[in-house]
């Protein structure tokens, strides 16, 4: 139980493109959906939280107008990368907590999506 | 500000051995998470401490938690070369459903 994917795994764009990441909770309903942000051989960032129905809240020092994060089911919720450029090439994770059971801040995460920006 | 800081940074360590990776954070936490990530892939997780003086093993893999010291330590006994990995800890910050990541610590270890 307790599975979450992301699509794509990889994906390469060129600079100036959008690119959009999905994220699903398969076998739960998610209440609040998260996303971070991890550079080479460092921590994750987070840089947002999104609930079902309602705008994200992003953390400090991320452009919500660049990372645009859209929460459309209790399964699904969505990061598009605008006009993307060299520097937003990152490794993307999202996580989800689930509306019942486990604990209020348990996190269950995805298996990331490789952004390469050219 | 919550911050959580692990320590060491890094650690090469030979097969057979024993090791500790301690993970400290600054503020009032009840509950601690530690998680793996292999090269290249997401976070795994390893163990849910949720209350001073929780224990957990899996394996090799032995985590504690002292809420008072606001210390975690993640205990590797007779390390194998399967164990190379970044291990991160992770608290919740309070009264919210954020998790504040440490700064991890990559585990190699060698015949």
């Known amino acids: 139980g307790a599975v979450v994917s992301q699509h794509p795994s990889r994906v390469i764009c060129k600079s100036g493109t959008s690119v959009k990441i999905e994220c699903r909770s398969l076998?739960?309903?998610?209440?609040?959906m998260f996303w971070y942000r991890q550079f080479p051989k460092k921590s994750l960032m987070l840089m947002a939280t999104?609930?079902?129905?309602?705008?994200?809240?992003?953390e400090q020092g991320v452009e919500k107008d660049k990372f645009l994060i859209n929460h459309a089911s209790l399964t699904l919720s969505t990061l598009t990368v605008t006009s993307a450029h060299p520097e937003d090439s990152s490794f993307y994770i999202c996580?989800?907590?689930?509306?019942?059971?486990?604990?209020?801040?348990?996190?269950?995460f995805g298996p990331g999506t490789r952004l390469t920006v050219l | 500000e919550l911050k959580v800081e692990q320590n060491p940074l890094f650690l090469s360590m030979q097969e057979g051995k024993n090791y500790t990776i301690y993970c400290n954070y600054s503020t009032t936490s009840d509950r601690l998470y530690w998680y793996r990530q292999d090269p290249g892939k997401s976070l795994e997780s390893l163990f849910v401490?949720?209350?001073?003086?929780a224990v957990k093993q899996e394996g090799r893999l032995m985590a504690s938690l002292d809420t008072k010291a606001r210390l975690s330590t993640l205990h590797i006994t007779a390390a194998v070369h399967d164990l190379s990995a970044t291990y991160f800890c992770a608290v919740p910050l309070y009264n919210t459903d954020k998790l504040i990541f440490g700064t991890g610590t990559r585990l190699q270890v060698f015949p």
């Open positions: 999104s609930n079902e129905g309602s705008k994200a809240t992003y």
């Open positions: 401490l949720l209350s001073n003086g």
């Open positions: 076998d739960f309903q998610a209440t609040t």
């Open positions: 996580s989800a907590s689930a509306i019942a059971g486990g604990l209020p801040d348990e996190q269950f």
